[in-house]
């Protein structure tokens, strides 16, 4: 694994572990490489299992995974990998009836290396410490993630955010109206972007784009030397424009009879 591979990986991975311990039916497991962190909500993209370092019986860690996650109450994904990264355990998700379901690129950038956005229009960006920005959040995320209402506003909850620096929610709002919205998580000196939201109606103007460079702006801040992110094909050449390079695909491997 490269040393950025590494670096994004810490990121994606710390944010996990912060849903998994801070939501209200989240779960952490850990056991030889393999890291079952869930959020617990109905949606089985938000109940993920990770690899974490090399395992000395990589069917038996896929086993013990599966076993956790059959205990769930809330439907789950498969196991999330940076590709090639673990070979031994890649050919022991193949002989165990696993497939490839989803690829995402690894993406990361310092955070003092930011190339300037602009957008059609003013974007006023600020953090979400409102109800009405809250519900303004939740929305977005909603319609934009095809999450219920339910789900978005467990993703994470507004209490769980309340007095804490590791999580940043931000919208951004043009012409009086929410626009955009953004997620931070920080661990240690990286953090991680989710949720990067843009209303349908608003599309194409710059606002995503502006508000993803607020939010690394924002990171910098809260000491973040590095962002990382998982980009979207809709995402992915925004991304680019501001200057966060690829480290490598993630692949989450589900085992279709069970998931």
Partial sequence: MTED????????VGAWRWLATRLPAGTLAEHDGLLVATSGLADRTLNPAFAVSSSRDPAGAVRWSAAVRATLPAPTTGIDLPESRYPDLERAL??????????????LIES???????????????RVTSTADWVAYVELQAETFGMTPEVARGFPTYEAITGTADVTLLVGAHEGTVVS??????????????????APASRGRGFGTAITAHAVRDAAGLGAAFVA???????????????????GDWVVHVDPAVE
């Fill in 229 to 247: 992110l998982q980009a979207t094909s809709d995402g992915y050449s925004m991304y680019r424009r501001l200057g966060f390079r690829d480290v």
């Fill in 181 to 198: 919205a953004a997620s931070v998580f920080m661990t240690g000196t990286v953090a991680a972007l989710y949720g990067v939201a843009t």
């Fill in 94 to 107: 193949a002989d165990l009836g696993y497939v490839e379901r989803a690829r995402r690129p690894g993406m």
């Fill in 5 to 12: 591979c590494v670096i994004a990986a810490a990121a994606f």
């Fill in 112 to 126: 003092d290396s930011l190339t300037e956005a602009e957008c059609d229009g003013p974007l006023v960006v600020r």
